[in-house]
């Protein structure tokens, strides 16, 4: 079992910046896939990065939402069993409630909400314009 507990949301005004933080508990979250989604009102839930756990010879691999590409960083301490994602150049499209979630076998990354055993209860990130 997984508890996730998102932080960092707030209010920021196009251009800005901010980072949001995960906090797992449990003794297996390097093991985990991990990733963030956002849904906006009226709005499925749609994918925007994941990391897979660290591979000693590779590191972690990591995806992108071609939206966020470029402006959101996505990375894990497991020291703090923690994951972060650094958002820079916010636009108001940006604006949504964010989730982190955790699963799947930590080898590979995933891209669909389905494929993630563990949700965190969500971050509000509201970009003015």
């Known amino acids: 079992q997984v508890q996730l507990v998102e932080s960092g949301g707030g209010l920021v005004q196009a251009g800005g910046s901010l980072r949001l933080s995960c906090a797992a508990s449990?003794?297996?979250?390097?093991?985990?896939?991990m990733g963030w989604f956002r849904q906006a009102p009226g709005k499925e839930r749609e994918f925007v990065a994941t990391?897979?756990?660290?591979?000693?010879?590779?590191?972690?691999?990591?995806y992108y939402a071609d939206s966020v590409k470029g402006r959101f960083t996505i990375s894990r301490d497991n020291a703090k069993n923690t994951v972060y994602l650094q958002m820079n150049s916010l636009k108001p499209e940006d604006t949504a409630v964010y989730y982190c979630?955790?699963?799947?076998?930590?080898?590979?990354?995933?891209?669909?909400?389905?494929?993630?055993?563990?949700w965190g209860q969500g971050t509000q990130v509201t970009v003015s314009s």
């Open positions: 990391i897979t756990a660290a591979i000693s010879w590779r590191g972690s691999r990591i």
């Open positions: 979630a955790a699963g799947g076998n930590g080898r590979y990354y995933y891209t669909k909400p389905d494929e993630y055993d563990y």
């Open positions: 449990g003794r297996t979250f390097s093991s985990y896939a």
